[in-house]
């Protein structure tokens, strides 16, 4: 009688042969409503639609996207993006904004994370500063989706590794809140913090129930 350690590479091997089936099996999962139902007043502040051109969304490689300007006596005050993938595949994942931001001129001054209150939370998301000459702004952003909000970057990965595998499924969304920073950092993290509580719960409603 063989020894089961003499079975082992081919158990693991037909194992990995049955995770990659399963991973190239995912399947787009979608919206259980629009992004844009999402509420466009909030606060006080009046949400105004942006654009997104085609050739910007086939980049980012997002289906479907909700992009307002929120204003306040007319004046634009911050920003709310959720942009929305209904699988991730090889050059069609999410774009971290501290790749994306860099790259339209704005440069990191500090990065941390924030704890917010919430329905089902609390939740941790990034906290980011950053700056372009003058002008600062702060940026709250995270991922959501298959069930959770998640900051991490490393375990947002692992996370999709482990749901392909599991469950087939990779959809997910990216949050992201720009506040430009006019008066004190204090102010525009009570801001983003009250935004980011009053935004995920709705965003659930929208996205895909999971499992």
């Not at 482990?162 to 992201?176: C, H, I, Q, Y």
Request: hydrophobic letters at 40%.
């Amino acid at each position: 009688m063989r020894p089961f350690g003499s079975f082992f590479p081919a158990l693991l091997f037909a194992g990995g042969v049955a995770l990659l089936a399963r991973v190239h099996a995912q399947q787009d999962t979608p919206l259980r409503g629009a992004l844009t139902a999402l509420p466009d007043t909030m606060l006080g502040y009046r949400g105004v639609d942006l654009t997104i051109s085609p050739e910007e969304q086939r980049v980012a490689g997002v289906s479907s996207y909700s992009f307002r300007a929120f204003t306040l006596d007319s004046l634009v005050r911050f920003s709310v993006y959720v942009g929305y993938y209904p699988s991730q595949t090889q050059g069609r994942t999410i774009h971290s904004p501290k790749n994306c931001l860099p790259g339209a001129g704005w440069e990191p001054v500090s990065a941390g994370n924030r704890l917010v209150e919430s329905a089902g939370g609390p939740f941790r998301v990034n906290r980011y500063v950053i700056a372009k000459g003058p002008a600062s702004a702060l940026v709250y952003y995270w991922y959501q989706g298959r069930g959770r909000v998640a900051w991490d970057e490393f375990r947002v990965k692992l996370n999709l590794l482990t749901d392909k595998a599991r469950s087939g499924r990779s959809e997910e969304a990216l949050v992201r809140i720009l506040i430009p920073i006019t008066g004190t950092e204090a102010e525009a993290d009570s801001l983003a913090s009250q935004m980011a509580t009053r935004l995920i719960p709705p965003i659930f409603e929208i996205l895909p129930a999971y499992p």
